[in-house]
T-cell receptor
């Protein structure tokens, strides 16, 4: 158990809908990273927050957004969902703000868009 | 463009049959190369970080090595519990994100 929690574990929704994925980092970790994992693309970095502020952005679509709250939990919002958004979404956390720090991954949220 | 390629995609071994997984990378000024293990239905778990050519790190039956163009994950006398997908990643040129390869899925049978 990495200490990172993600909810929900599974999410099934329809095209055009909006969903919110939640992540709680390990106690004491200030950074939260979001990743998308699909069979064809592998694990891809979406966005990082550090102590409430956006720190780095990867290949995140404009339909996706994230935020980190004062208690350091983070939410990833996915809107206008398309079939291709079906994937595993992982959250990771690290103590400091550098992407090269050891990252601890949560168990993931499996999103299915029908 | 920063890129990571892993081979083979899948590897089947008998228990005790040693082998190596390859990770070749393209990034200007390597800031770190990372190995993670991912079990089915779970998030990746950190194994090693390597920073410079010639560096080696070991953990139980696993040893990671690094050259200027690639890294190898050597598995010595594997056991069935070593079955997993092994992911390699590099820190991008800007140092802001990990770039992952697609992984090698290892199956070890007894």
């Amino acid at each position: 158990d990495s200490g990172v929690t993600q909810t929900p574990k599974h999410l099934i929704t329809a095209t055009g809908q909006r969903v919110t994925l939640r992540c709680s980092p390990r106690s004491g970790d200030l950074s939260v990273y979001w990743y998308q994992q699909s069979l064809d693309q592998g694990l891809q970095f979406l966005i990082q927050y550090y102590n409430g502020e956006e720190r780095a952005k990867g290949n995140i679509l404009e339909r996706f957004s994230a935020q980190q709250f004062p208690d350091l939990h983070s939410e990833l919002n996915l809107s206008s969902l398309e079939l291709g958004d079906s994937a595993l979404y992982f959250c990771a956390s690290s103590v400091a703000g550098l992407a090269g720090n050891e990252q601890f991954f949560g168990p993931g949220t499996r999103l299915t868009v029908l | 463009e920063d890129q990571v390629t892993q081979s083979p995609e899948a590897l089947r071994l008998q228990e005790g049959e040693s082998s190596s997984l390859n990770c070749s990378y393209t990034v200007s000024g390597l800031r770190g190369l990372f190995w993670y293990r991912q079990d089915p239905g779970k998030g990746p778990e950190f194994l090693f970080t390597l920073y410079s050519a010639g560096e080696e790190k070991e953990k139980e039956r696993l040893k990671a090595t690094l050259t200027k163009k690639e890294s190898f994950l050597h598995i010595t006398a594997p056991k069935p519990e070593d079955s997993a997908t092994y992911l390699c990643a590099v820190l991008n040129q800007a140092g802001t994100a990990l770039i992952f390869g697609k992984g090698t899925t290892l199956s070890v049978s007894s």
